[in-house]
């Protein structure tokens, strides 16, 4: 045994990347077994993510020459952190890359279409939020793990980040809420937009003319404007610093990150209060849709190879699968045993972060289908950005085979963004 450890020694970093590209395999399995047409795809990484979160803090893997080297202690062990960091490369990969998709034709779809996805974004919210506040006038239950749950269910980072601020004392109740809700909030919108073509029996060959028909009628308007604003015709020559728009990807990514740090305080504490800001999500994907919608800075051209964008994207969710799965298994089994309220408190958050993951769905598809008259591309397209659901989109782009989707998302996910930090703030206030 001894031997075999000294034989076989990876560093740390070394166990980090093993662990990382045997889960993504193991979780592309996963997600590639079908029943009746649905099937997790990508997020099949989250679930082997989250198992093997769990794996890694079983006490018995410490006495198992080689894999000792993976155990994890806490959440706040290195390892933990490392998977995070990861995580957070992915995010940003992925939401950078859905805006400079999505950034040429948004800005003039949202135009045309803004009565439709902001409402969507806020009724999402707005749904999520009743129920919440519903749960939270439970006996026994409070705001502090309502909220919790809430962030969970909408797969929020910056609502949870809210929820614990305002919990004071009780933050460990809001870690909680969202480590029981997460891993449904994560499938439960994965599974939504694959089962409801499938209960409608939808033309996805028709769904997909549907958005290129609105596709062309943008286009024709911007032609519209374009000559009503009397536009040179001579366009600026641009430059690109490489052939793959690799660093025109990375002025977005700066330039994103640094919008998202900016913080705006929401209390009289000023900054050292609760503060809003858009995040790692929020940043980059608006500062990715406003570069590759005007499609350069000065003389740099700012778009990139789609295809290159498109192994960011898959990427991307892939890095930020692994990360919130392992960190999501740890965080669960580690809130449990510190929990005082045992199996009880678990079940009725996870229940509770079921009907709040799927109450608001339903009432937004009913409104984008019956009321809005969206079409089922847009309309699900929309969901995701409502539901905050960053592996939902992936799956939804695979399911429609378009990235068109991604602007009924990149339309509806700042607003649903807003309020659902708004949410938890006002949920532990009032109750």
Same mark, same amino acid.
């Given at each position: ?19 990382? @590209? ?10 590639? #077994? ?40 806490? =959440? ?30 948004? @800005? ?26 519903? @749960? ?24 949870? &980040? ?13 870690? $909680?809420? +969202? ?20 209960? $409608? ?28 604003? %009397?536009? &040179? ?21 700066? /330039?994103?990150? /640094? ?14 209060? &609760? ?34 964008? %498109? ?19 740890? +965080?669960?089994? +580690? ?9 009880? #408190? ?8 079921? #009907? ?36 939902? $989109? ?5 399911? =429609? ?23 938890? +703030? ?6």
């Amino acid at each position: 045994m001894e031997f075999i450890s000294n034989l076989i020694s990876p560093s740390a970093t070394a166990v980090v990347l093993l662990g990382a @590209f045997f889960i993504t395999f193991l979780g592309y399995c996963l997600g590639r #077994i079908s029943i009746k047409g649905v099937s997790l795809g990508t997020a099949g990484v989250f679930l082997m993510a989250l198992l093997f979160g769990y794996l890694f803090t079983l006490p018995g893997l410490k006495e198992l020459p080689v894999l000792s080297k993976f155990f994890i202690e806490s =959440a706040k062990d290195a390892t933990v952190v490392n998977y995070k960091f990861l995580g957070n490369i992915g995010l940003v990969l992925f939401v950078t890359a859905v805006g400079s998709i999505a950034g040429p034709n948004f @800005f003039r779809d949202l135009k045309k279409n803004a009565k439709t996805y902001l409402p969507m974004g806020a009724i999402i919210i707005l749904i999520g939020a009743g129920v919440t506040t519903a @749960f939270a006038l439970i006996p026994g239950i409070g705001s502090a793990f309502a909220s919790g749950v809430l962030s969970g269910a909408l797969t929020s980072t910056p609502a949870f &980040s809210a929820a614990k601020e305002i919990a004071g004392e009780n933050e460990a109740m809001v870690a $909680l809420g +969202q480590a029981i809700s997460y891993p449904f909030g994560v499938v439960g919108v994965v599974l939504f937009v694959q089962i409801m073509p499938k209960i $409608l029996k939808a033309d996805m060959a028709k769904e997909r003319a549907l958005i290129a028909v609105a596709k062309t009628e943008v286009k024709a308007e911007a032609k519209t404007e374009a000559k009503t604003e %009397k536009k &040179s015709k001579k366009e600026k020559k641009t430059f690109d610093i490489d052939g793959y728009g690799l660093a025109a990807f990375g002025v977005a990514v700066v /330039l994103g990150l /640094l919008l998202g740090s900016i913080k705006i305080p929401l209390t009289s504490e000023g900054f050292s209060g &609760s503060c809003f800001s858009l995040g790692m999500t929020g940043g980059p994907l608006i500062m990715a849709l406003v570069l590759a919608h005007f499609g350069h800075i000065g003389p740099l051209n700012m778009r990139v190879n789609v295809q290159v964008l %498109k192994i960011f994207r898959e990427f991307g969710l892939v890095l930020f699968l692994l990360g919130a799965g392992v960190e999501g298994g740890v +965080q669960l089994v +580690q809130q449990i045993q510190n929990s005082e309220y045992g199996l009880m #408190i678990v079940l009725y958050g996870f229940i509770a972060g079921v #009907i709040i993951t799927l109450i608001p769905m339903v009432v937004g598809y009913i409104f984008a289908r019956k009321i809005c008259k969206l079409p089922l591309l847009n309309t699900l397209g929309s969901i995701t950005g409502g539901m905050t659901s960053t592996p939902a $989109l992936g799956t939804l782009i695979a399911v =429609a085979e378009t990235d068109d989707v991604a602007g009924a998302y990149a339309s509806t996910y700042p607003i649903a963004l807003v309020l659902v930090v708004f949410a938890c +703030q006002i949920i532990g206030i009032i109750v």
